[in-house]
DNA sequence: GTGAAAGCGCTAACAA
DNA sequence: TTGTTAGCGCTTTCAC
C-alpha cells in the first residue's frame, strides 16, 4: 500500500481511503489511486484490514453429524451452497468446518481466534441443548433446524408440522390406510415432521402404528441394512413417509429389488425434494424445502445477530410436490 | 494475551512461545501457562498471528462450474470434504468460494489479499490454459481434473482412461456391441474416458458409432430432457456408459419410464460410484474414484507447490465395480 | 530461559 | 480534502 501510496504521490490513508471506497475521497482521485493499484496488481490484505478494524467478513458453517454421512446429503449441501452465494452476495467469505462430534467448544474456538465472524451450523441433531448454552454465553450464531420454542438462537427451518401434515395426508387421500413412518425422530426436525404424521393420521381418524415407525440415523450408512432387516419383518403397510429424500431412495431401491411395485402397492413420499427426486423412475413425491431463501435467510439473521440485535426465527413454506411414487 | 501473561507473572513474549509449543519454555512453565489460558478462555487472534508470521493457514477451494450444478454432483462434494478432512488433520482452514466463470482472475485475488495461502481448484472444465497462466504467474495451485501433458500446475486425478476401458471392456463382455456413450467430451476428464471408451471398442474389433455417442453439459438442470430427446431418436443400443453417475441416474430414470428393463434390454455403468449407486433397484455399476486419497493428495501437492517444491501429478486408481446394471 | 522492542499491513482518530 | 500518528494482537530477533 505504501509502493502505490508513493507511486500515486499521496499518502497510505488516501490510499486506504480510495481503496475502501470512503466518500471523502473526490472520485478523480479515487478512480486515478484504483487504476493505479489494478495495474500493480496491488490487494488490501483482508488479515491486517480486519486486525485493525477488529472484526471479520468471513463466517464459518458447520454441518452436525458425522462429517462424511453428513456432507453427502444433497439437501443440507444445497443450503452450504445457498449460503455461501448469499455471503458472496455481501463480499463475505465462507470457512468450512469439520466438527468432530466429541468437542462441541471446537465451534466456539473459530470465533475466538477471530477467524470468522460468526457461525452458521446447519442442523441440530441433539446439540440443542449446548447450541443453547454457545448462543447464551454470546457466541454469534444462526442455525438451520426446527424451530423450537426455548431456543436461544436465531432459527430458520422449514414448516416440518406443516410438511409431515401435508405429506401424510396426501397419503391418505390417495388411499392408503397403513402408513408407514421412516425417519430418526431424535432429530427436532424430524420429530416435528413426525407430529405432522401423527396429525394427519389422527384427523382421518387413524392410529399411528409403532410398528410402523422406524428410527435410523440421517445419513446412516447402513440405512440400506436397516431397511432390508425392517422390509424383511414388516409387510403390512400400503405407503411409506420418508423424512428424508436420501432415505427414499434407500428404500425405494430396497422395494424395487422385493418386486413391490410403487406406487401400486406402496405409495412414498420423501423429505426436501432433492435434484434427483424428478429424475427417478417412479419420480419421488417430496416436500421441497427451498434451501435459496433459507441460505440468505441464515446469513441474514447470522448478521443481525452479530450486530447485536435479538434474534428471530424463519420458518420456511413446505410444499408437497406429487410425483410418480405417490400417484 | 497481556492479561493472560500479566496473570501468568510472565512476558507476552513468553505466552506466545508457551503456547505454540516453543522448545525454549521449559514443560513446567508451558503448562502453567497453557492451563491459565485455558481457564481464560483465551485463544490466539489467527489474524493477527498470520500477519506477524507472514503465512496463512487457510486454504482456498472452488468448484468450477455453474456453481448450483457443480455443487450438486455428489462425487465432487465428496472431494471438498475428503479436503476438509486433510486439512483438518494438518490443522488447517478451508475457504469455501464461488467462482464466476466470468471473471478468472477472482481465483488469484482471495491469494493476493492475504485470505489464503494457496488455492485447490475441484474440476477443470475448460480452463485449463488459465490455470497454466495462472501457475506460471507463481500462484501455488493444486487440480482435480485430468492429468494433461502440457499442465504447469500440479493435478491429481483418477485415471479416467484406464477407467474409460475397464467399464467399456466389461460390458462387450457382457456381450454388448452397440455401446453408448454419455458425457461432455469438452470436459478433459471425459475426454479421457471416451479415449478408453474408444480404445477398448476398437480392442474388440468395434468401431465407436457417431450417433451412439451423446455430449451433454456435466451438471446441466435440464439433462434429463437432453437424454429424452436422445432416447426419442434413438433405439439401436444396448449398453450405455455414461461418464457420470449423476447422468446415470437420469438415465436409468429415463430408460425405466420407457418401460426398458435394466440390465436385459440395456446395460448401463456410470462413473465416480457415488454413495446412492449401490443403493439403487437396479443397483449402479460404475468406476469408482477414490475421494479420500484424492483429498489428501491435493492438499500434499499444494503444501509441496507452497514450499516452492517443483509440482508433481498424482494419478489414482480407477476401479469397476460391477453391480446389477450391467450384470 | 526470559523480556524489551520492533514491526507485520492496515485503518481511523485527530489535526491541518 | 488530505496527512500524521497511533495502534490492532501477535511473533521474533536480540540482548540479557
Known sequence: MADVARLAGVSASTVSRALSGSPLIPEAT??????????????????????????????????????????????????????????????????????????PEQLATLVDSGQVGGLIVVGQLNWHDRLNQLAAAGLPLAVWGACLPDALYPVVGGDNLRGGYEATHHLIEQGCRQIAFFGDTRHPEVRL????????????????????????????????????????RQHDFDAVFAASDVAALSILGALGERRVQVPAQVRLVGYDDIAIAAHLHPSLSSVRQPSDSAGKALVELLLERMAGQPGRTIMLPAELVRRESSA
Not at 211 to 227: A, K, N, S
Open 30 to 103: 479515487s478512480q486515478r489511486i484504483r487504476e493505479l493499484a489494478r495495474q500493480l496488481n496491488y490487494k488490501v490484505n483482508v488479515g491486517a484490514a480486519n486486525l485493525r478494524r477488529r472484526d471479520v467478513r468471513t463466517i464459518g458453517l458447520m454441518v452436525l453429524g458425522d462429517p462424511m454421512k453428513a456432507m453427502s446429503d444433497p439437501f443440507l449441501l444445497s443450503i452450504v451452497g445457498a449460503v455461501a452465494d448469499a455471503l458472496d452476495a455481501r463480499g463475505m467469505n465462507l470457512l468450512l468446518s469439520r466438527v468432530k462430534s466429541e468437542n
Open 193 to 232: 415432521r413426525h407430529q405432522g404424521y401423527v396429525q394427519a393420521l389422527a384427523e382421518a381418524g387413524l392410529h399411528p402404528n409403532p410398528q410402523l415407525h422406524q428410527v435410523f440415523q440421517f445419513g446412516d450408512t447402513r440405512l440400506r441394512e436397516v431397511i432390508d432387516s425392517w422390509l424383511d
